[in-house]
């Protein structure tokens, strides 16, 4: 297996990729630990896991806070001993909001986008090298390379700081045995905070663009985060991985 024996924290891990990701960490025999705002749905998730045969434990998670975080790292080491992995999936959807200029929004895909990764690379880190190395994978986006016509101003700004931080972060750990890289989905889904890009013909526009011609599935970026999360990349970090059909090479 993948990652036997390792210990995961996924941010956001309630639901669309992040619940993924969680299934395919499980399936490879990591100790899975699903962090959410949502702590019902979180629950919901590790109990899934479970229930198939996974090892799952779930809590509640507001990456926004550094109290949370801290908390949330304690709980971690405290229940199974160390964390291998971490990966910070959780995140806010650049058309929540409809006023794409608005300030108040600015302000809040910062604070979740943004300052929610440093969080959890500032404590997973920590944890990571009191245990000898481990791998960070944070979600960034093509929005943070590209223009996109109906996202805030401050999406791709949110995801570019998640890119540089990734860089930074890689060269900050690399001597704790920690790899930090990110992974940058194109056209998928919609978040459970989208709004005008669940619009479908707004998402029609947008795949028509895509080279692929479709959107991708969470599973697709799932397996990426795997192969980042795994002793299969150990010699990769500090870099980002497109996963958009090919949408960002046009």
């Given at each position: ?18 619940r ?30 479970t ?20 908390a ?18 959780a ?51 093509i ?32 001597d ?75």
């Open positions: 297996m993948r990652l036997a024996d390792k210990v995961a924290l996924i941010s956001g891990g309630a639901g669309g990729m992040g993924a990701t969680a299934e395919a960490f499980a399936r490879e025999g990591a100790a899975v630990v699903v962090g959410d705002i949502e702590a019902a749905d979180a629950a919901a998730v590790a109990k899934s896991i229930e198939a045969g996974g090892r799952a434990h779930h809590l509640l998670l507001d990456v926004t806070q550094e109290s949370s975080w801290t949330a790292v304690d709980e971690v080491v405290e229940r199974f001993g160390r964390l291998d992995v971490l990966v910070n999936n995140g806010i959807s650049g058309t929540f909001d409809p006023d794409l200029s608005s300030t108040e929004f600015y302000d809040q895909l910062m604070l979740v986008n943004a300052k929610g990764v440093f969080l959890g690379i500032k404590h997973g880190g920590a944890a990571m090298a009191r245990s000898g190395g481990g791998s960070i994978v944070n979600l960034s986006s929005s943070a390379s590209i223009g996109q016509p109906g996202i805030h101003l401050g999406y791709g700004a949110s995801k570019a700081a998640v890119r540089a931080m990734t860089r930074t972060a890689a060269v900050h750990l690399a704790d045995g920690i790899r930090v890289n990110a992974v940058a989905p194109g056209m998928l889904p919609p978040m459970r905070t989208s709004r005008g890009s669940a619009d479908p013909v707004w998402r029609t526009k947008q795949i028509d663009g895509v080279p692929m011609k479709r959107a991708g599935e969470v599973q697709e970026v799932a397996d990426v985060v795997l192969f980042l999360a795994s002793d299969e990349s150990s010699y990769v970090t500090g870099t980002e991985i497109m996963v958009d059909g090919g949408l960002t090479a046009v």
